[in-house]
């Protein structure tokens, strides 16, 4: 028989939020805004060399099927996610998002679409620039969410 | 449990002592702007598994941040250390999760870790602070079964599926209501409403 115990912890953490001082939300949410501009520069050098460890990934990936190649890609644009915010690139964030969406199919299905890979990358490289327009921006986004959700798909039918 | 991000409420994190784990530098620098900018100052950074095994042994915590460090998920590793390893009271710190993607094989295991939360990136620092004040304030009872350790996962009763049970009386109490609805929707098209409410 399978025993299952309660234990009802006391958290400190809700006194300590409650201890007299502090920083009102308004004035804390202004602080880590201003934190995350502050780093903002190296942010963004750390995105664009993650991007190019990508893109000689890329480059470097056989015709066929590489889990390791997949998986090693997958670990390069996961770390990303995140920074294109505080980049100022929003975009980049749901690109890798979709390209990690499209490398863990990928690897689900044993399978192996260059074309699929290599459009990620490409965007990834031009959603870098703060320069493109909204418009063209959503359609790279979409057409990367399509692809990705082409496999996304098969996933699903194959469980 | 939004919070105004104008609110002249006040909290104070100044001293609670917080653990980081994430093993990128990118990802643990965001998570430092955050936190310090939400006022936290006793930071315990960590880029391993091994080193937030030792602050959290070595350090009373009042939470712990954990990045799922994605694709090993060794931030669960963590967690489930933590739960199952950690002396009191840090078994019991509040833990959020961040996530930047969960593959597939690793939803179960994101799941059943024992973390409190879980924060999709990018990270808003509004959404941090909204999941910090939601742990603490929670209380949520703590659940050791042979195969889970951690906060009760039940915490909100959304009631059954399209709000029927499946008992007889649920049924029963189901099928009264909804004459009782029709009733009600008949007479209301006999008797115009006299003035319409404004939601």
């Known amino acids: ?159 | 449990m939004a919070l105004d991000v104008a609110s002249r409420a006040r909290f104070n994190l100044e001293r609670a002592a917080v653990l980081l784990l994430d093993e990128t530098q990118l990802g643990m620098s965001i998570l430092v702007q955050i936190v310090t900018g939400l006022g936290a100052k006793q930071l315990y950074r960590c880029a391993s598994l091994e080193e937030a095994k030792a602050a959290a042994t070595e350090h009373e915590i009042d939470i712990a941040i954990v990045d799922a460090m994605a694709p090993e998920g060794k931030g669960y590793d963590f967690v489930e250390w933590l739960r199952r390893e950690a002396q009191e009271p840090n078994c019991y710190a509040p833990v959020l999760i961040t996530t930047a993607h969960t593959p597939a094989s690793d939803i179960v295991r994101a799941r059943d870790c024992g973390g409190h939360f879980i924060i999709k990136k990018p990270i808003a620092p509004i959404v941090m602070l909204e999941r910090i004040i939601w742990v603490a304030k929670a209380g949520r009872p703590f659940l050791f079964t042979g195969t889970y350790v951690g906060p009760d996962r039940r915490f909100r009763d959304e009631g059954p599926p399209d709000g029927i049970g499946r008992r007889r009386e649920d049924i029963a109490r189901a099928e009264s209501a909804a004459k009782a609805a029709a009733e009600i929707a008949t007479h209301d098209i006999e008797t115009p409403p006299e003035r319409s409410a404004a939601s």
Request: net charge negative; aromatic share 6%.
């Open chain 1, 1 to 159: 028989m399978t025993s299952v115990r309660f234990v009802f912890p006391k958290p400190r953490l809700n006194e300590l939020l409650r201890t007299p001082g502090g920083l009102p939300v308004a004035e804390a949410i202004e602080n880590a805004r201003k934190n995350l501009e502050a780093i903002k520069p190296t942010c963004t050098a750390e995105l664009l060399a993650l991007l190019e460890l990508s893109e000689a990934g890329f480059w470097n990936l056989k015709n066929d099927f590489d889990d390791a190649a997949l998986e090693e890609l997958y670990a390069i644009a996961v770390k990303g996610i995140g920074a294109g915010e505080v980049c100022g690139v929003a975009n980049v964030d749901v690109a890798l998002t979709s390209f990690c969406d499209l490398l863990d199919h990928l690897r689900t299905l044993k399978r192996f679409d260059r074309e699929a890979v290599g459009v990620h990358v490409r965007a990834w490289r031009l959603l870098m620039s703060s320069e493109l327009p909204g418009a063209g921006a959503k359609q790279v986004l979409d057409g990367l969410l399509k692809v990705s959700g082409r496999y996304a798909a098969e996933v699903a039918a194959a469980v």
